[in-house]
């Protein structure tokens, strides 16, 4: 019955709004996280993660690797982001992992907190 409940009208036309939510978060965290220089290999299509370069703002922050990028941004930023070293061992130091699975005020306090860390002298 569950199953047969996931067809049902009112359950499609809820997935569509919830997709269309999501499709919007994405549609506006990835270019405003390029626009601070990271870099996205991979716009995601069906997941709610990012995966991201972060060469660029490490750099600005005197900063080698993304796990110690992750701590700072964390510390003073106020936002959590997972280090590449997570997601494998293939020149991942230099990657870090954002959710956009939240709601889309809160994704641009997180870019507004970000670009003000990456105009601080930190």
């Known amino acids: 019955h569950a199953a047969l409940a996931c067809f049902a009208p009112d359950t499609l036309a809820l997935y569509e709004r919830r997709r269309e939510e999501f ?15 990271f870099e996205v290999p991979v716009t995601p299509d069906g997941a709610f993660y990012v995966w991201a370069d972060c060469t660029r703002p490490m750099q ?7 796990w ?3 701590f700072a941004v964390m510390e003073k930023a106020h936002i959590v982001v997972t280090p590449g070293r997570d997601f494998g061992q293939n020149d991942t130091s230099r990657f870090v992992r954002f959710s956009t699975a ?18 601080s002298d930190a």
């Not at 600005?60 to 993304?66: D, E, M, V």
């Open 68 to 70: 110690d990028f992750a």
């Open 60 to 66: 600005r922050l005197g900063i080698n690797n993304s």
């Open 102 to 119: 939240n709601s889309l005020d809160q994704l641009r306090t997180s870019i507004h907190r970000l670009q003000a860390l990456l105009a």
């Open 23 to 37: 499709r919007q978060r994405r549609d506006y965290f990835v270019p405003a996280l390029q626009a601070l220089g």
